[in-house]
């Protein structure tokens, strides 16, 4: 099976990226890019025919500046959007947002249940082992680029998960 990584990136961003873990933080190195540090990122492990997925992460702002993230990109997906939950009519509902801000020395978790970047029309089933290759943008126009592992997740919100009308976004 052909991993969803040989779709990856330039080889000296891949090899940055490949140096990362001998840093002291991954922090050090994001950054670089914006004043924005990403950590724990990871994208949920789905089954066979289930065409969306999630990418979850820990974002803190390390810059002198409020900052937004204001999009994502991957060849992973179709298409990419900015999500959040929000309780309506009672029930924990997903719907996309612009953008998600990063006030200056905060630090801002997205998380089963809550924030995400959604990955929408995968290209490939994503399975443990496989790595999401991503793109953050950010409201100054500099990006971060990264690699997300795979990792299977247990519903957190199983409540909240079932729903009527939620079946295309089970999992998320
Ligand atoms: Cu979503």
Do not use: K, W
Not at 125 to 134: C, R, T
Request: hydrophobic content about 50%.
């Amino acid at each position: 099976m052909t991993s969803i990584r040989s779709l990856a990136l330039p080889a000296a961003l891949l090899a940055c990226l490949l140096a990362t873990p001998l840093l002291a933080t991954r922090t050090v190195f994001a950054a670089d890019a914006a004043g924005i540090g990403v950590e724990d990122a990871y994208a949920r492990a789905v089954p066979p025919g289930q065409p969306n997925s999630a990418v979850f992460m820990v974002l803190t702002n390390t810059g002198d500046a409020d900052r937004a993230l204001v999009a994502a990109e991957s060849a992973a997906a179709e298409t990419v959007e900015l999500h959040t939950h929000t309780m309506a009519d009672g029930m924990m509902q997903m719907r996309r947002i612009e953008r998600i801000e990063l006030p200056v020395g905060e630090r801002v978790v997205l998380q089963p249940g809550g924030l995400h970047v959604m990955l929408i029309g995968l290209t490939e089933q994503l399975e443990p082992g496989m790595e999401v290759p991503l793109t953050l943008l950010f409201d100054d126009g500099s990006r971060i680029a990264l690699n997300a592992p795979v990792r299977r997740i247990e519903p957190v919100m199983g409540g909240a998960m079932h729903g009527a009308g939620a079946a295309g976004h089970m999992g998320h």
